[in-house]
């Protein structure tokens, strides 16, 4: 990610648990994620850098957690103007997790919200498209409530994961997909390894090898790790 970045932080999941890495000092320099996930053994992983300097501390660096949830999304205009509408939203035992002022992490909180309100919340092997659903439910509604108090730009692209699947939803700005794999000794494809790579961002297109998500469509990534694209229809 070019310089300067505010902050960074790193989310990845290892025996069901999610854990963190996140740096909230800023740098001029440009930031590579790539090189603190090479130490970690995982099978899901999510980092992002944020360029927004308004707001700092660790409690607002991305990735958000809840139990084993893990989320990153773009922040798009401030909610501030509508946070305690859309907080009543939220059971009272989520809203003690919501520690930041980030717009990104209160959408996350609504989500989870849509998720508690199926009974699945704590479901490791929830049905993805109740995932996606509840994805939907929570981008109308944040749209809805904006756009009544006259907000522009106020919902962004997110990605959310329990460990085993997970969604990518593309709100606004571009995201890309790419499907991982490596060749064996004879240069035929090799399924020892296989994963699904998600860039999401501004700017031009991340390379050969990715193809790009159709706006308001997400993306829904099985554990098998197959992909399937769904509209963001509630």
């Given at each position: 990610?070019?310089?300067?970045?505010?902050?960074?932080g790193?989310?990845?999941?290892?025996?069901?648990?999610?854990?963190?890495?996140?740096?909230?000092r800023?740098?001029?320099?440009?930031?590579?994620?790539?090189?603190?996930?090479?130490?970690?053994?995982?099978?899901?992983?999510m980092?992002?850098?944020?360029?927004?300097?308004?707001v700092?501390?660790?409690?607002?660096?991305?990735?958000?957690?809840?139990?084993?949830?893990?989320?990153?999304?773009?922040?798009?205009?401030?909610?501030?103007?509508?946070?305690?509408r859309?907080?009543?939203?939220?059971?009272?035992?989520?809203?003690?997790?919501?520690?930041?002022?980030?717009?990104?992490?209160l959408?996350?909180?609504?989500?989870?919200?849509?998720?508690?309100?199926?009974?699945?919340?704590?479901?490791?092997?929830?049905?993805?498209?109740?995932?996606?659903r509840?994805?939907?439910?929570?981008?109308a509604?944040?749209?809805?409530?904006?756009?009544?108090a006259?907000?522009?730009?106020a919902?962004?692209?997110?990605?959310?994961?329990?460990?085993?699947?997970?969604?990518a939803?593309r709100v606004?700005?571009?995201?890309?997909?790419?499907?991982?794999?490596?060749?064996?000794?004879?240069?035929e494809?090799?399924?020892?390894?296989r994963?699904?790579?998600?860039?999401?961002?501004?700017?031009?297109?991340?390379g050969?090898?990715?193809?790009?998500?159709?706006?308001?469509?997400?993306?829904?990534?099985?554990?098998?790790?197959?992909?399937?694209?769904?509209?963001?229809?509630?």
């Amino acid at each position: 990610v070019p310089g300067p970045v505010s902050r960074w932080g790193l989310g990845y999941v290892q025996g069901g648990e999610a854990l963190l890495v996140r740096t909230p000092r800023s740098s001029l320099e440009p930031v590579d994620l790539l090189a603190p996930l090479q130490e970690i053994r995982t099978d899901t992983a999510m980092g992002q850098a944020v360029v927004d300097a308004r707001v700092s501390g660790t409690d607002n660096t991305p990735p958000f957690r809840f139990r084993r949830w893990l989320f990153v999304g773009h922040e798009g205009a401030s909610l501030e103007p509508i946070w305690p509408r859309l907080l009543q939203h939220v059971p009272d035992y989520m809203r003690r997790n919501l520690k930041g002022r980030m717009s990104a992490e209160l959408r996350f909180h609504l989500l989870l919200a849509m998720l508690h309100d199926t009974g699945g919340l704590d479901d490791p092997n929830l049905q993805i498209g109740t995932i996606r659903r509840a994805v939907a439910a929570a981008l109308a509604l944040v749209s809805r409530e904006a756009t009544e108090a006259g907000l522009a730009g106020a919902v962004g692209n997110l990605i959310v994961g329990n460990g085993r699947t997970m969604v990518a939803a593309r709100v606004d700005q571009p995201m890309y997909l790419r499907r991982l794999w490596v060749r064996g000794e004879r240069t035929e494809r090799d399924d020892s390894f296989r994963g699904v790579l998600l860039v999401s961002g501004p700017g031009s297109a991340p390379g050969e090898g990715f193809e790009e998500l159709p706006l308001g469509q997400a993306a829904l990534i099985s554990r098998d790790l197959r992909v399937d694209l769904a509209p963001l229809a509630p």
